[in-house]
């Protein structure tokens, strides 16, 4: 499949220096705070052989290998290693409704922040990292690649990227990731969940892969107080609006809909990761590894 095309900017260094910025930023928490959590709660794709060895009787008999217990007339059985090596997919919703933002940090800042965290913890694991820019259509593609040049470039292409949608349809995004995933992946789906989730194309994802819905909110989404009349435009039909107290009932019907989306992902096998706008997301990530993990020793 080709790479999907958008619009970029124009400005090398200002992109070069924001990347900078994420790597100094996320670098602390990466190195101590998530360095043995992310290994814990992302595991490789399987098992792979590792070597011949004589048969105990506690073995399991179909680990016998007949091939080397015919040659040498005495049983062996393989033995094998966890598979380490695990690719990662950012797949980012650049739609309009991520730049609005409340407080000192817009979701789009935030998800940028998330995504670096990412990248960085799997850089120090030899992971591959790719990403997966959507709207109400793909947008674009970048296959994984390890090493930090890799991710460097991941970061690179998430901050200078333009989109030309401005709203959020999941459906075209998941059909495309179904093609271009080939392997088993860590699908990292960052978005504010404001749209409808297919929940037959989210199955399907959630089958073949380790899919993780990275739910950014706004802290006023979160506290629904409005002290007085508030102008607002919507981002993504640029319409300008006013709230006040009265309009408390229909932000609660919004997020009543965004939960009813997730509890969708979530039913189909998706993991949770919830991301307030301008929190620290590696306390956010801390609290999604330690549930996970204490949820896997529990099965």
């Not at 075209?172 to 194309?201: G, H, N, W, Y």
């Not at 909110?217 to 919507?234: F, G, H, I």
Request: net charge positive; aromatic share 8%.
């Amino acid at each position: 499949m080709k790479r999907l095309i958008g619009m970029k900017s124009q400005d090398p260094l200002s992109i070069i220096q924001e990347v900078k910025r994420l790597e100094i930023v996320t670098r602390g928490a990466v190195d101590t705070l998530l360095k043995g959590a992310y290994k814990s709660t992302f595991r490789g794709q399987g098992l792979e052989f590792h070597q011949v060895r004589e048969y105990f009787p506690e073995d399991d008999i179909r680990a016998i290998d007949w091939n080397v217990t015919a040659r040498l007339n005495s049983p062996f059985v393989k033995t094998f290693v966890e598979e380490r090596e695990m690719q990662m997919v950012l797949a980012v919703d650049l739609s309009a409704s991520l730049w609005y933002g409340t407080g000192a940090m817009s979701k789009r800042e935030t998800a940028l922040r998330l995504c670096a965290t990412l990248a960085f913890a799997a850089v120090q694991h030899q992971d591959r990292v790719g990403l997966f820019l959507f709207t109400d259509r793909a947008e674009f593609w970048l296959p994984p690649r390890r090493g930090k040049a890799g991710s460097m470039r991941v970061l690179r292409e998430l901050i200078q990227f333009k989109p030309k949608g401005k709203k959020t349809d999941y459906k075209p995004a998941f059909k495309t990731l179904s093609q271009v995933l080939k392997r088993r992946t860590v699908l990292v789906l960052v978005s504010d969940f404001t749209e409808t989730v297919p929940p037959d194309l989210a199955g399907s994802l959630a089958i073949r892969h380790d899919l993780v819905a990275a739910v950014l909110q706004d802290p006023m989404e979160k506290n629904l107080k409005l002290p007085a009349r508030v102008a607002v435009r919507d981002p993504e039909t640029g319409k300008v609006g006013y709230l006040s107290s009265g309009s408390i009932k229909a932000f609660r019907k919004a997020d009543e809909f965004r939960e009813k989306q997730l509890s969708v992902l979530v039913n189909q096998g998706a993991d949770r990761l919830d991301v307030t706008a301008g929190e620290n997301v590696a306390l956010a990530l801390m609290k999604f590894f330690k549930k996970r993990i204490e949820r896997r020793g529990r099965r």
